[in-house]
């Protein structure tokens, strides 16, 4: 997809990544999944608080990574894009809620509150500040300012997480994590239905703690099976 800027001012699109959680906050249905020869049921609002503060980690698909702690520098960029996306994601957000340029139009997010959320979801400062370069927008750093501007346009490549499997170790706490594509799901009726298949399965290790914001912090992403896999062989749930 071409990347571009809009002319309008406001063509954020915050509406859609409201719709997401709106379909992440509907999914309350108990499944079952099974880790070895154990079987657990799903609690519904525990697994509904874990897809809400999911949907904003994997929603751009994030490469996997061992230990946060030790994330390659590749990886940053897209840590610090998570970062972004939850700030202009929150609850109750508007144009209001964040600085604009006023000659390009775009939003100003300060370093200093992206270190903040990073912190927060991450448990650990960023290593350094960079401009993030997306498929279908870009947010381009300003040293000078320390700011982050984020440039009013869409994007189309998001994912929605579907919990299928929870397994609690000392203080960690490993997801079974389907990702269905926001595209793949269907209106009928005047309701969202999600896909069948997910796009792909992941393990994403959460370590509780003392904020009720932000009640997780994110460890660990681990990529399980392969797309072709989930297509055409067992299901997990």
Not at 21 to 27: D, E, F, H, M, R
Not at 100 to 117: F, H, K, N
Request: glycine share 6%; net charge negative.
């Amino acid at each position: 997809m071409e990347k571009h800027r809009r002319s309008h001012r406001w063509a954020f699109p915050l509406g859609v990544l409201l719709t997401v959680l709106a379909v992440v906050g509907a999914v309350t249905l108990v499944r079952m999944a099974v880790t070895g020869i154990r079987q657990q049921i799903l609690h519904p609002k525990e697994k509904q608080a874990y897809e809400e503060f999911l949907a904003k980690i994997i929603v751009h698909d994030p490469d996997p990574f061992d230990d946060v702690r030790a994330v390659p520098m590749a990886n940053v960029p897209q840590l610090l894009d998570i970062s972004i996306w939850s700030i202009l994601r929150e609850e109750g957000a508007t144009p209001n809620s964040f600085p604009m340029d006023d000659d390009t139009g775009d939003l100003r997010i300060a370093q200093e509150r992206v270190e903040t959320e990073y912190q927060r979801i991450f448990g650990e400062l960023p290593p350094r500040h960079a401009s993030i370069e997306g498929s279908d927008f870009d947010f381009i750093y300003d040293p000078e300012e320390e700011v982050y501007r984020v440039p009013v346009t869409g994007t189309l490549s998001i994912y929605v997480p579907r919990v299928t499997n929870i397994k609690k170790t000392g203080g960690a706490i490993e997801l079974t994590v389907e990702y269905l594509a926001y595209s793949d799901y269907k209106i009928e009726h005047g309701v969202y239905v999600e896909p069948v298949e997910p796009a792909k399965i992941m393990k994403i290790t959460l370590y509780a703690q003392a904020d009720e914001k932000y009640p997780y912090r994110v460890g660990a992403i681990h990529q399980t099976v392969s797309p072709d896999y989930v297509a055409g062989g067992p299901k997990l749930g």
